[in-house]
């Protein structure tokens, strides 16, 4: 019968062997690519009250070899550097390997958020830019999904361009 010594020491080895096999796959893990997320557009919900709702369809981008899944979607919204919108999902799927799925997420503005950016839109110039910041979260995963920020201005026609304004 081995000794306390001997079981103690394979234990170490065999603790060992194990931090380096987990290690190594987290290794792994830390080279995949960032998720490519845009904003692929936005369609009108019907809202509650004061506030106003919108589906926002994100199309996701993988550029890693290895599909990632999902079990949930959640999305923040900032306009002209002031959070605008926030929204959650309990989408689920499968952003295949070298692939893109495109993901809706309800999201609520509230009376309050455009409220303040119609006060920092009545400085009496005109509005050509307004820059935007999405960022969130697949949710899901063994280390808890993936996290995406875009980010981007949208042009308005200035009045002399083919608008005829």
């Known amino acids: ?5 001997a079981r103690a020491r394979s234990f170490l080895v065999l603790l060992a062997f194990f931090a380096m096999f987990a290690l190594g796959g987290c290794a792994s893990l830390m080279n995949r690519d960032a998720l490519r997320v845009n904003v692929a557009g936005i369609d009108p919900l019907e809202g509650q ?9 994100l199309r996701v981008q993988n550029p890693n070899d290895t599909p990632i ?6 999305l923040d919204l900032d306009v002209n550097g002031r959070a605008f919108a926030s929204g959650v999902s309990p ?9 893109e799925l495109v993901v809706s997420v309800p999201v609520t503005i509230s009376a309050w958020s455009v409220a303040r950016q119609a006060l920092g839109f009545a400085s009496g110039d005109a509005v050509t830019k307004v820059s935007y910041v999405a960022r969130g979260r697949l949710a899901g995963g063994p280390f808890g999904g993936a996290r ?18």
Do not use: C, W
């Not at 019968?1 to 010594?5: A, D, I, K, R, W």
């Not at 009250?49 to 369809?57: D, H, I, N, Q, S």
């Not at 899944?69 to 959640?74: E, K, L, T, Y």
């Open 1 to 5: 019968m081995p000794s306390n010594h």
């Open 148 to 165: 995406f920020s875009d980010q981007g201005t949208i042009d308005f026609p200035t009045g002399d361009g083919a608008f005829g304004y």
């Open 49 to 57: 009250g004061l506030e106003m709702r919108f589906a926002v369809k």
């Open 69 to 74: 899944d999902f079990d949930g979607v959640a």
């Open 91 to 99: 989408q689920r799927g499968t952003v295949p390997r070298f692939g």
